[in-house]
C-alpha cells in the first residue's frame, strides 16, 4: 500500500496534468487495462448494466483523447475551457488486488471557457468523489481505475469533454 503522501503527490500532478492540457503525459499515467467510469444518477450501481456518462477502457479513452487534441472535431469545446482542480480529502487503504491502494478524494474543477460572444463569461463549478485505483509499475504509479462521481450527475450537465 502507498502512503498517503505519495498518493496526494500523483493527484496533485495528474490535476496538473489535466489542467494544463498534457493528455499525452495523463495518458501514460494508465495502465494498459485502465477504466475510466463517470456514473450516471447513482455512484454505486454496476456500469455494465446502468447506463453511465462515460464508461472507457484504455482503447476507448486514447480514441477520446485523440478527438479531444487532434482530430480537429471536439466542437463543443471550441474554444477550449480552461481549467482548475482543487484535490482534496485525499483517503488511502488497501486494495483487495496485490500491488494495488484504493485512494479517494475530493475534487473540484472550476472551468471557464473564454473568447464566447457572451457578456456572462461563467466560470463553472464541479464538484465530485473520486475513487482510483493505483497500481505500482516499475517504480511509478499508474491509474488502473477512476472513477468520478459528480456531485450534479443526475443533472443537467453542461459540455464537459475536458472531464478526465
Known amino acids: 500500500m502507498i502512503e498517503r503522501m505519495h498518493a496526494e503527490a500523483f493527484l496533485y500532478r495528474e490535476a496538473r496534468l489535466l489542467d ?7 495518458s ?14 447513482r455512484a454505486d450501481v454496476e ?6 456518462i462515460v464508461y ?5 479513452l486514447e480514441g477520446r ?3 479531444i487534441t487532434e482530430s480537429g472535431i471536439n466542437h463543443s469545446q471550441d474554444p477550449a475551457s480552461r ?8 483517503e488511502v487503504e488497501p486494495a483487495a488486488a496485490a500491488g ?19 457578456r456572462d463569461g461563467v466560470v463553472e463549478a464541479h464538484a465530485a468523489r473520486c475513487e482510483y ?3 505500482e509499475a516499475s517504480g511509478n504509479l499508474k491509474i488502473a481505475f477512476k472513477k468520478v462521481a459528480l456531485l450534479e450527475m443526475d443533472g443537467c450537465l453542461p459540455p464537459m469533454t475536458f472531464l478526465l
Open 20 to 26: 494544463d492540457g498534457d493528455l499525452g503525459a495523463w
Open 28 to 41: 501514460a499515467l494508465l495502465t494498459d487495462d485502465a477504466v475510466y467510469w463517470v456514473p450516471n444518477n
Open 47 to 52: 456500469p455494465q448494466t446502468h447506463l453511465s
Open 56 to 60: 472507457n477502457d484504455r482503447r476507448q
Open 65 to 67: 483523447l485523440w478527438r
Open 83 to 90: 481549467t482548475v482542480r482543487f484535490v482534496s480529502n485525499v
Open 100 to 118: 494495488e491502494t484504493i485512494v479517494r478524494c475530493t475534487l473540484l474543477i472550476h472551468a471557464y471557457r473564454g473568447g464566447m460572444q457572451r
Open 133 to 135: 485505483r493505483l497500481r
